[in-house]
Nanobody, 126 residues
Framework: QVQLAESGGGLVQAGGSLRLSCAAS????????MGWFRQAPGKEREFVGT????????YYSDSVKGRFTISRDNAKNTVYLQMTSLKPEDTAVYYC???????????????????WGQGTQVTVSS
């Protein structure tokens, strides 16, 4: 059974930092794209970034580029989202997702991911 478990969310002041973790089990983690998405109240789920399985290349949305960094540890089956210079508009539930097994390129659409975590709340106060 595939499980993705996010952790590390919380309340932080604007300008602060948080690191989210997503521990995966039951899947071929080392061959999976690992993506991060977020959903704010009343808004659609949006792409934050992703990391490839093959080279560890990363791709980000324009809204977080330069502030957020995704990394992965295949030995621990864990992907991380380091968030810095947080803004109130970053407030959302953050989800990790797995998919694109063995594929190449970048996966930016939620429809391309097969498995999802339950989400973790990030709240940035002004």
């Amino acid at each position: 059974q595939v499980q993705l478990a996010e952790s590390g969310g919380g309340l932080v002041q604007a300008g602060g930092s948080l690191r989210l973790s997503c521990a995966a089990s039951g899947l071929a983690f080392s061959r999976s794209f690992m993506g991060w998405f977020r959903q704010a109240p009343g808004k659609e789920r949006e792409f934050v970034g992703t990391i490839t399985w093959s080279s560890g290349s990363t791709y980000y949305s324009d809204s977080v580029k330069g502030r957020f960094t995704i990394s992965r540890d295949n030995a621990k089956n864990t992907v991380y989202l380091q968030m810095t210079s947080l803004k109130p508009e970053d407030t959302a539930v953050y989800y990790c997702a797995a998919g694109g097994f063995g594929r190449y390129g970048s996966l930016r659409s939620s429809a391309e991911y097969d498995y999802w975590g339950q989400g973790t709340q990030v709240t940035v106060s002004s």
